[in-house]
């Protein structure tokens, strides 16, 4: 893996900076922290002008088949910019239909996920928050030519601007084996559905969302019945390094406010950067930004090239939900008084990256996955081998 970013690559990570930098403002921002959708629809139509809901898209179907670790530049910009939109989960659950959805449902889809008319979520988390196949109880149930749904999701992210959502439910019998799970892309306005907005941390827009009785065609019916763990999995995975990208950009904007703001507040005289222990935390805190984007790039680049990258994801994850909240708090540490005043723009930051590190897995979950590849996995080891999921 090449660290350095090619000139193609330095070209997204420009060219998104300053479309950001122009469009989205800290006072957008926060308006859409009491927007009911979350996002502003004019912002996100020039994303798709920009290409970026259908980068990593076969050119089939209008995306322009670049490597994910693309995808993974523009969300570290978006973090960085706290942009509210919603790329993340509208990629993710597109990336995984193009790989497992029928080639009816994509032509359907993905077109207008390129062009930014459709926005799409997925729907995983339950009752019991851990990411593995026994936290599944959702129930899909045949009948006739349909299907009918009924649990309860928690945590659906931009539940309320997606059209579809990708929902993972089990149709077999089986309480905790990974045999039985089947997906199904459904319409978020079919009858049945009903939803509560969630009110986090980062004040994104987040549902819980009930299905009461739901019923979908077969047609809706994603990759095979009750196999549909390998591309829940395969989701997850890069939902999570995804997220660390945004949560990098983000914590690196944190520490760079932090780092300015040493330079010229001044202290008994000098500058606060000129105190060796101010020097120390900063120094730190771009190390682990550093360090978190190595991990991060590591896990997409085997992803891109057909490796398997679960360790490196866990790595990545685990890392990051330590490291970039520690960043934040030295910032705010920093910025001393100020930095606590909700009028003063930092804590947008510090918000969200400490919200991110609580999503998609705890640092000890994925520390579980590391030590079941290092101790629990028989031979030899070999980072990037095949590994059980999250903690069962």
Known sequence: MDVLLTEEEQMVVTSAREFLVGECSTALVRKMELDPLGYPPTLWEKCAEMGWPGMCLPEEYGGQALPLAYLGLVLQEIGRAVAPVPLHSTAVTAITLSRYASKSMCEKILPDVCTGKTILTWAFSEEDPRFVPGSVKMQARADGDDFVLTGRKLFVDNFLASSHCLVACRSAASDASSEGISLFLVDTKTK???????????KDQQCEVVFNQVRVPKS?????????????EQLLDLATVLLCTQMLGATRMDAEMAIDHAKFREAFGQPIGAFQSIQHMCADMIIWIDGGELLAYEALWKMDNGLPAQVEVSQAKAFCNEKCPAVARNSQSIHGGIGFM????????????TAWSMRLGTSFEHRERIASALLDTPGNVVLGGPVPPLAA
Request: proline letters at 3%; zero cysteines; aromatic letters at 8%.
């Open 192 to 202: 049945g559905i009903s939803s509560t907005p969630l009110r986090t941390l980062a």
């Open 220 to 232: 809706a019916l994603v990759g095979k019945l009750h196999q549909g763990w390998v591309a829940m």
């Open 342 to 353: 909700m009028e003063f723009d930092l804590h947008l930051w510090l918000r969200r990256i």
